[in-house]
């Protein structure tokens, strides 16, 4: 794989202006915004609401990357890519590694805005969990974003990864709180990642409702594995066909 | 190449092609739409794995070549990436491959070093074609496959083109190319294969392909002259005649010519021309043509 392939994709995206609005700069927007709604001065929800649009940011920016092999898909890039040395893992990996390279400005903007802006304070261990930790969590959704884009259209990549944001965010406890939830919305959090995605940062700042990190890891690895191997899979049909 | 052949469903698209290029030699590649030439081409290249048969470039297998640099290609409408500028795109590329050749020779073989800056969606046609050209040649190879490479061009920068390619073919190179333009495999090519129905109807030099086909067209205004009569004169193979010019298609244009004067002494205007490679791709890739 080469750096200089993976420095023009994330070069490419800081091109794209939806994409700098929606996962940079809304991620921020959203949890000042919330903070004066909800927030009244408690420093619990503060720290919520700041693990929560880290998490928001993060996610759609992990899998937003995923969405434009869709593109590439269907101009035949991956087809004159095949027509250089790097290999059908090599793209994979590249792409995979370009959604984690996008994740990262939200996973700072939006701690670096609590800790300056609104005052949050927390230990070593507590900032390295809402950012490296959730950094690391949203592996599954590189993933997630990579299968979409192989399977969708460029037409339909605009309302399948919207329905994904909204479902992940909604129902996982990324918009609506975890707090403010009834019990059968909580059930339904359990079945996505993006719950245990806000699980890796919420135990940081609140023992509220929150599960071990221990679990949280090792749901989203097993989505992790589950998805990649669904990524691998789509990957080898789509490349004997043509 | 060996006893390719590859199908779609019920559709052979190639059925049975053996094809040895040596080694510095340049290769056009022709046949009417769906003959068989970008199937053999993705063969060739390792995009496609024939139903049977093998594909060996320089000693290895397609994919191997790809992987070492030694094959380099330009697709039919190869992809570029819109938001890229055609210098990040050359490099990308460069990166990739592990002897590259310098970024800055090959836009400039390619005639786009003004254009490096400038990204992919605000090229026109033409300079799309030459920045796909500096990405096939950008590796250096010592194979280079062309699909199509002219197509979307204007005169001025089809001749651009071919003189870059010249600069390439000089230094010892391989080209097979693919084309619709019989004037260029013609001008530029050393060897003309000619595919029709997934199968090769023709391979030799321009002179002995078109030689494959004797004969000559008789042009000719004959005022009164009907199809049917003038078919009836000796050696004639073919006729058409629109208003009251003829066209006609003979074995033997000595005898037809003598017969047509002496029955027709009015006619007038009259041209005879070797078939060319144009009436051998016609004769040779039509429907109702036996395989020679």
Same mark, same amino acid.
């Given at each position: 794989?080469?750096?200089?392939?993976?420095?023009?994709?994330?070069?490419?995206?800081?091109?794209?202006?939806?994409?700098?609005?929606?996962?940079?700069?809304?991620?921020?927007?959203?949890?000042?915004?919330?903070?004066?709604?909800?927030?009244?001065?408690?420093?619990?929800?503060?720290?919520?609401?700041?693990?929560?649009?880290?998490?928001?940011?993060?996610? %759609?920016?992990?899998?937003?990357?995923?969405?434009?092999?869709?593109?590439?898909?269907?101009?035949?890039?991956?087809?004159?890519?095949?027509?250089?040395?790097?290999?059908?893992?090599?793209?994979?990996?590249?792409?995979?590694?370009?959604?984690?390279?996008?994740?990262?400005? %939200?996973?700072?903007?939006?701690?670096?805005?609590?800790?300056?802006?609104?005052?949050?304070?927390?230990?070593?261990?507590?900032?390295?969990?809402?950012?490296?930790?959730?950094?690391?969590?949203?592996?599954?959704?590189?993933?997630?974003?990579?299968?979409?884009?192989?399977?969708?259209?460029?037409?339909?990549?605009?309302?399948?990864? %919207?329905?994904?944001?909204?479902?992940?965010?909604?129902?996982?406890?990324?918009?609506?709180?975890?707090?403010?939830?009834?019990?059968?919305?909580?059930?339904?959090?359990?079945?996505?990642?993006?719950?245990?995605?806000?699980?890796?940062?919420?135990?940081?700042?609140?023992?509220?409702?929150?599960?071990?990190?221990?679990?949280?890891?090792?749901?989203?690895?097993?989505?992790?594995?589950?998805?990649?191997?669904?990524?691998?899979?789509?990957?080898?049909?789509?490349?004997?066909?043509? | 190449?060996?006893?390719?052949?590859?199908?779609?469903?019920?559709?052979?698209?190639?059925?049975?092609?053996?094809?040895?290029?040596?080694?510095?030699?340049?290769?056009?590649?022709?046949?009417?739409?769906?003959?068989?030439?970008?199937?053999?081409?993705?063969?060739?290249?390792?995009?496609?794995?024939?139903?049977?048969?093998?594909?060996?470039?320089?000693?290895?297998?397609?994919?191997?070549?790809?992987?070492?640099?030694?094959?380099?290609?330009?697709?039919?409408?190869?992809?570029?990436?819109?938001?890229?500028?055609?210098?990040?795109?050359?490099?990308?590329?460069?990166?990739?491959?592990?002897?590259?050749?310098?970024?800055?020779?090959?836009?400039?073989?390619?005639?786009?070093?003004?254009?490096?800056?400038?990204?992919?969606?605000?090229?026109?046609?033409?300079?799309?074609?030459?920045?796909?050209?500096?990405?096939?040649?950008?590796?250096?190879?010592?194979?280079?496959?062309?699909?199509?490479?002219?197509?979307?061009?204007?005169?001025?920068?089809?001749?651009?083109?071919?003189?870059?390619?010249?600069?390439?073919?000089?230094?010892?190179?391989?080209?097979?190319?693919?084309?619709?333009?019989?004037?260029?495999?013609?001008?530029?090519?050393?060897?003309?294969?000619?595919?029709?129905?997934?199968?090769?109807?023709?391979?030799?030099?321009?002179?002995?392909?078109?030689?494959?086909?004797?004969?000559?067209?008789?042009?000719?205004?004959?005022?009164?002259?009907?199809?049917?009569?003038?078919?009836?004169?000796?050696?004639?193979?073919?006729?058409?005649?629109?208003?009251?010019?003829?066209?006609?298609?003979?074995?033997?244009?000595?005898?037809?010519?003598?017969?047509?004067?002496?029955?027709?002494?009015?006619?007038?205007?009259?041209?005879?021309?070797?078939?060319?490679?144009?009436?051998?791709?016609?004769?040779?890739?039509?429907?109702?043509?036996?395989?020679?």
């Amino acid at each position: 794989m080469s750096v200089t392939y993976l420095l023009l994709e994330a070069r490419r995206a800081m091109r794209n202006g939806r994409f700098l609005i929606f996962s940079i700069a809304f991620p921020v927007l959203l949890f000042l915004l919330y903070v004066g709604i909800f927030a009244k001065g408690d420093k619990a929800v503060i720290g919520i609401l700041m693990v929560n649009m880290t998490a928001f940011g993060a996610l %759609s920016a992990a899998l937003f990357a995923g969405g434009r092999v869709a593109l590439e898909r269907s101009l035949g890039w991956q087809r004159q890519l095949r027509l250089t040395p790097l290999s059908g893992s090599g793209y994979l990996a590249a792409k995979g590694i370009t959604g984690m390279l996008l994740a990262l400005p %939200s996973v700072i903007l939006v701690p670096v805005v609590g800790a300056v802006v609104e005052g949050v304070s927390l230990d070593a261990a507590g900032w390295l969990r809402v950012t490296i930790g959730i950094w690391l969590a949203v592996i599954p959704f590189a993933l997630i974003g990579l299968l979409i884009g192989q399977v969708g259209t460029p037409d339909s990549m605009q309302p399948i990864m %919207s329905l994904t944001m909204m479902t992940m965010s909604m129902l996982g406890g990324i918009f609506i709180p975890i707090d403010g939830m009834p019990s059968w919305l909580l059930n339904i959090a359990h079945v996505l990642p993006s719950y245990w995605l806000g699980q890796v940062g919420r135990g940081a700042v609140t023992s509220e409702l929150s599960v071990n990190l221990g679990q949280a890891v090792l749901v989203l690895a097993i989505w992790t594995a589950a998805v990649g191997l669904g990524v691998v899979r789509r990957y080898r049909r789509d490349s004997a066909r043509v | 190449m060996a006893g390719l052949r590859k199908s779609y469903g019920d559709v052979h698209a190639v059925a049975g092609v053996d094809l040895t290029i040596a080694p510095g030699e340049v290769v056009a590649l022709l046949g009417p739409n769906g003959a068989g030439k970008s199937t053999t081409v993705d063969m060739l290249l390792g995009l496609t794995r024939p139903d049977t048969g093998a594909v060996t470039v320089f000693g290895a297998s397609p994919h191997d070549a790809v992987a070492n640099g030694t094959i380099g290609a330009m697709l039919q409408g190869g992809a570029l990436l819109d938001d890229a500028t055609v210098g990040e795109t050359i490099a990308m590329v460069a990166s990739l491959h592990r002897s590259p050749m310098p970024v800055a020779e090959a836009l400039g073989r390619s005639g786009i070093e003004d254009l490096a800056n400038r990204r992919c969606n605000k090229l026109s046609g033409g300079q799309k074609q030459r920045v796909r050209f500096a990405v096939a040649l950008v590796s250096d190879p010592d194979l280079l496959v062309l699909d199509e490479p002219t197509a979307a061009m204007d005169v001025q920068s089809r001749r651009e083109f071919w003189k870059s390619m010249h600069g390439f073919t000089s230094t010892g190179r391989t080209v097979l190319f693919a084309t619709h333009y019989l004037e260029e495999a013609e001008n530029y090519a050393d060897r003309v294969v000619l595919m029709r129905a997934g199968r090769i109807v023709a391979d030799g030099s321009v002179a002995e392909v078109t030689s494959l086909v004797s004969g000559r067209v008789i042009r000719a205004a004959v005022p009164g002259a009907t199809e049917a009569a003038l078919a009836m004169l000796p050696g004639v193979t073919e006729v058409n005649v629109r208003t009251t010019r003829a066209e006609i298609s003979t074995s033997d244009s000595d005898a037809t010519l003598r017969a047509l004067l002496a029955t027709y002494p009015q006619a007038h205007d009259i041209e005879v021309t070797a078939m060319g490679l144009e009436g051998a791709f016609l004769s040779l890739t039509s429907e109702g043509a036996d395989r020679s």
